[in-house]
């Protein structure tokens, strides 16, 4: 039985239509919205739970519609949606949309600030969805998608980022780009290690990472003083172990530029070549306290256990200029606070 919702009694109310699990086939929708009137009110169109291979070109109609609920309908296309159209909200999740399934561009939905293709056929990241720089909430969990664009940092405005219960191998660094993030949702793929960049999204209060192959975490993660749910069941870190890591000797070069920086000796454009001046600016200090040297391509990696909440202790990789600057284990360690981490879930 439809479900109208109005605001008001007057020719200026917002409609909510609510047309879902009735099993509507296009051509029973399409007489429903040829025979809508004033279907400028219609703010919110429920349809979720029909059966809906694609959606009737009449649904132009609702020139006003904000919110669009097209889920669980075997949807294999979505359409080309009208010329400024006002959409913030829409929910297309569940259904069989493939890539080949998406216009060529979202510029019309410019106003969109949610989006959800969750449960769906997509194997790719949908390029489309960069159109989108108002976008503040993007769902896209439970597809086939391999990678995340190298482009994501263009959604400046993105919130909310669920990419679970995917195929994803490893994550782009320029994901630590997208600084309003709050929540980040990566578990049930395949991920071995996360990008240290992953320190630069400091308002992440959520980090999902379970069910991922991960042996460690990047030690910049402690310093995301935001993060208080930090997920990481079934990935091989939750069990103790310290991985023989192989030093490989630095080059000619590396041990030079290292005497170089380490005794301060000063250099410029004037005095050598320009690309060893940049290549010397390279230098990455050691992460021991106790040590003030460099290293460039050339370094030593090694695992530190960091203690969470007094309870759990989880192997975090840190880059070494030397095997001798790995400390005595268990000494000098750092203690993350329970107020940082309020819940660190492995179990």
């Not at 990008?195 to 460690?216: C, E, F, G, M, Q």
Request: proline share 5%; glycine share 4%.
């Amino acid at each position: 039985m439809e479900n109208y919702t109005s605001d008001s009694s007057d020719s200026d109310s917002v409609i909510r239509w609510n047309l879902s699990h009735q099993l509507l086939d296009n051509e029973v929708l399409d007489k429903k919205f040829l025979n809508t009137k004033h279907p400028e009110q219609v703010d919110t169109l429920l349809l979720s739970h029909n059966s809906l291979m694609t959606l009737p070109a009449s649904i132009n109609r609702f020139n006003n519609l904000n919110s669009l609920d097209i889920s669980n309908c075997g949807l294999i296309r979505l359409p080309d949606f009208w010329i400024h159209c006002p959409l913030t909200c829409l929910i297309a999740k569940h259904n069989n949309l493939t890539n080949d399934g998406l216009a060529k561009d979202f510029e019309n939905l410019a106003n969109l600030r949610e989006l959800n293709l969750s449960g769906n056929s997509f194997t790719e990241f949908p390029e489309q969805i960069l159109d989108l720089p108002g976008l503040r909430y993007l769902y896209l969990g439970g597809n086939h998608i391999n990678e995340i664009t190298k482009d994501i940092w263009k959604l400046q405005s993105l919130r909310v980022l669920s990419m679970g219960d995917n195929r994803l191998t490893e994550v782009p660094s320029t994901l630590g780009e997208l600084k309003a993030l709050q929540a980040l949702v990566l578990c049930d793929n395949m991920l071995e290690s996360l990008p240290s960049s992953i320190a630069n999204l400091t308002n992440l209060k959520t980090l999902s990472l379970h069910k991922n192959r991960l042996r460690t975490l990047p030690t910049e993660i402690i310093t995301l003083k935001c993060l208080t749910e930090l997920s990481l069941r079934d990935n091989p870190l939750v069990v103790r172990f310290v991985s023989d890591m192989t030093h490989n000797p630095p080059s000619l070069l590396e041990v030079a530029a290292r005497v170089i920086k380490n005794s301060d000796i000063r250099y410029d454009n004037e005095s050598i070549p320009h690309n060893l001046v940049q290549y010397l600016n390279s230098a990455h200090h050691c992460v021991n306290p106790q040590c003030k040297g460099v290293y460039f391509n050339n370094r030593i990696e090694h695992i530190k256990f960091v203690d969470f909440c007094g309870k759990y202790r989880l192997p975090l990789l840190q880059y070494l200029c030397s095997s001798k600057c790995i400390e005595p284990r268990g000494s000098n360690e750092e203690l993350v606070s329970g107020a940082m981490i309020r819940k660190v879930l492995l179990g």
